[in-house]
């Protein structure tokens, strides 16, 4: 919390333990993968990129990374942290991190989703307390830190869902209830009027039986989730890099929350735990088929981790080399 970005840390810690101590357990320190989902990719990718940590990663495997979101600035992170104090009752001060640890883990969830609530807007999917710029861990911009080659000679694999972003809004009235022009308002807000306008207008072109709310969630989706990732996989080949790109299509069948294949809905498939979710719409009369198509997604993540490489997958150059999941 704060922006003394303590998570990346506690991240960079364990990669520097791995790091020394794997070749014990017949690990191999010159073949290490560092991945993950949504803010698990979103540190991936920093430890990748990170000067402290860059070293020791061989391979990156980023799922559904929200690289839209820029890195949190230093003086708004202070005052999250601050109203989070406020809120558990903890004085402002160098005592504050002994009193939080004082706490219970319930007590610290409950305050975290009451400054969520209280600090949500509109459109914006950015939690209250994630990586700050500057700060260890990520001393500068990912754009900087591509530009600089930090990701340089490191094997790819990133993708994304294709409807990710209705996970965030799907449920969400004041999304669902907008028109055209409250829409635009919550995009201007966002990138600017002219942006907003030109951004808008594509994906109702893209998608002219949409609603606003629809229109606007595509937007977020490509915003939050798939430009940047195209952006880093398009650097990375661009230098030579092998880069494997996906992007995950299922759907359900029974859909009648219109989520598609929205933000995490891959998980199931990848770790094999459809018994797990038994209530879940995004897995609605998931049976063979669906399982068939999990053990193909978990076969082509598990090539990647062990190799580098994955089965019948040409390495990404064109759009037409996205491999298509669902």
Not at 17 to 27: D, K, L, T
Not at 138 to 163: N, V
Not at 278 to 288: F, I, K, N, R, T
Request: aromatic share 8%; with cysteine.
């Amino acid at each position: 919390m704060g922006a003394a970005n303590l998570g990346p840390q506690d991240q960079a810690a364990v990669l520097r333990w791995v790091q020394n101590n794997i070749a014990s357990f017949g690990g191999d320190p010159r073949a290490v993968t560092v991945g993950g989902q949504s803010a698990g990719a979103y540190s991936a990718l920093s430890l990748a990129l990170d000067p402290e940590t860059s070293g020791s990663i061989t391979r990156v495997l980023l799922q559904s990374g929200p690289f839209g979101l820029n890195p949190q600035d230093p003086h708004q992170a202070a005052e999250n942290a601050d109203a989070y104090l406020r809120l558990l009752d903890i004085p402002v001060g160098a005592d504050a991190a002994k009193a939080l640890r004082a706490l219970p883990a319930e007590q610290l969830l409950d305050a975290y989703g009451r400054l969520s609530v209280q600090l949500a807007a509109p459109g914006n999917a950015a939690p209250p307390m994630y990586p700050v710029l500057g700060a260890p861990g990520m001393p500068r911009t990912r754009q900087q830190a591509l530009s600089d080659g930090a990701l340089e000679g490191k094997t790819l694999l990133i993708g994304t869902t294709r409807d990710e972003a209705t996970a965030f809004f799907a449920f969400d009235p004041r999304i669902q209830n907008l028109t055209t022009e409250t829409a635009l308002d919550v995009l201007t807000a966002q990138v600017g009027r002219h942006t907003a306008l030109d951004v808008y207008q594509q994906h109702a072109a893209r998608l002219p039986q949409a609603t606003p709310a629809q229109i606007f969630i595509s937007v977020q989706t490509d915003g939050l989730f798939r430009d940047g990732s195209l952006e880093i996989a398009d650097h990375h080949a661009a230098g030579g890099n092998t880069t494997y790109v996906y992007q995950f299509d299922y759907a359900p069948a029974e859909d009648p929350y219109a989520l598609g294949a929205t933000h995490c809905a891959e998980l199931p498939f990848l770790f094999n735990t459809f018994d797990a979710y038994p209530g879940s719409p995004v897995l609605a009369g998931a049976g063979d088929a669906q399982r068939t198509l999990g053990l193909e997604f978990a076969t082509a993540v598990a090539e990647f981790v062990t190799t580098g490489t994955t089965s019948n997958w040409l390495p990404y150059a064109t759009a037409a080399r996205i491999r298509h999941f669902g």
